[in-house]
């Protein structure tokens, strides 16, 4: 007899919604938490940044009909939203904390590590389980040069009290353009440093040049095509980050963007045969370990598709379904991302590299909507969406730029999953006028082409 049903190493999206589902069909369940309650996104992640990202959209957009001669420009004091950030974010782990109790979920504080295929310790406490689900997320990349304890990561930067003058990223990434859009909003001296010649490279190069052309307008200076070599710090308390091309960038802030790492060390895996490899710990399509009782769920999961707090809670119902009984194997939907700079930049499905790769099976139609509908999109001129359509004149993919991407995208999604037709979508009525009513007519229109 084990003293739980269920142990879940790490208390993210990626465990506490199977947890929460267990307890329901009457499993006992165990969490356990070596930092803040609830993991990354609710504490110093997705959460943390959107809050502090979305006042700079009222100032984006405010600027927009300053051009137009209609809106006066706003202020953002970052201290005060910094002051209503902490007060806020901060009392999510407490309540998630009340949250488990109220279910009748244990959750154990301190570092969990395998000890055998049923036997987790914790500290100097060993506890028995059934079943064990490793969900210990990722964390932020250093990169490997002199200097580098110097560098701050996306964590610092959420909880930053006062804006540095001069701040200088290394990566050209999500969450580097993300940082920069609110910075240089705010009159920091943002330079980017990326090895690789373009910025996003996940995301098509035209739609990722907007941003890189808005950002630049603002202030913002990119270095392409250079790498970090060190990073020194001068008398006066400020750095020089120094490249392998003899670029030199004084600075009062050093963020450190190149990336994150799967959570794998220390946890007792190659004990027990269980593989990693550079993305994490590898499962198979129940997401099952090499050992059939241990499940990874989340980041911590070597995988291609998108590593998002969304597909983390979609494994963990799925891994919680699995216990309950479920024997299918785990099927993705379509899965939406979002760059949370201004403007946004949202993708779902198919991408537009793909579909052009494979013209036979999918056309390709491009959209620039905010020339079309300028009112709709609030001035935003740059806006544009691409449409991926399936030989069955069916949606299969999108990308869209612009100020509404974020939400738009889930309705694409929506559309995309249901595998919905203009004959099914003239069947509805929808709201009028509108970024949606807009987007909505010009997919009716591309899928009856």
Known sequence: ?????????????????????????????????????????????????????SPFEYLDGLSRYEKAGIATSGHISWEKLMDY?????????????????????????????????????????????DKIVIATGQRSARLNVPGNEQFHDSRDFLSLDKMPKRMTIIGAGII????ATMATKLGTEVHIIEFGDRALAAYPKDYV????????????????????????????????????SGLTVETDYILDATGRIANTEDLGLEALGIETDRGGIVVNDHLQTAVPNIFA?????????????????????????VILGNSDPIQYPAIPNVVFTMPRLSQVGVTNDEAKAHPDDYRVVDIPFGQQLKFQTKLEEN??????????????????????????????????????????LNAMIFAFPGVSSGVLTSLIQALNE
């Open 1 to 53: 007899m084990y003293q739980y049903d269920v142990t879940f190493i790490g208390s993210g999206h990626a465990s506490w919604h199977a947890a929460i589902l267990l307890r329901k069909f009457g499993k006992k369940v165990a969490i356990i938490e070596s930092d803040l309650t609830a993991g990354t996104c609710t504490n110093y992640g997705c959460n943390a940044k959107f809050l502090l990202e």
């Open 85 to 129: 950030k902490k007060e806020e974010i901060n009392s999510y782990a407490p309540a998630m904390e009340q949250l488990f109790a109220a279910q009748g979920i244990d959750l154990i504080k301190g570092k969990g590590h395998l000890i055998d295929d049923h036997t987790v310790g914790v500290d100097k406490q060993e506890i028995t389980s």
């Open 176 to 179: 580097s353009l993300e940082f």
């Open 209 to 244: 040049q907007t941003i890189v052309d808005t950002l630049t307008e603002e202030g913002t200076v990119f270095h392409f095509n250079e790498a970090v070599t060190q990073a020194t710090v001068l008398d006066d308390g400020s750095y020089v980050v120094k490249t392998d």
């Open 297 to 321: 769920s989340g980041d911590v999961v070597s995988k291609k598709i998108p590593k998002l707090t969304p597909t983390a809670t979609f494994e963990s119902n799925y891994i919680a379904s």
């Open 383 to 424: 806006a544009k969406l691409t449409l991926v359509i399936g030989r069955d004149k069916t949606l299969k993919g999108a990308t869209m730029l612009g100020g509404e991407a974020g939400e738009m995208v889930n309705l694409l999604t929506l559309i995309i999953n249901q595998g919905l037709g203009a004959k099914e």
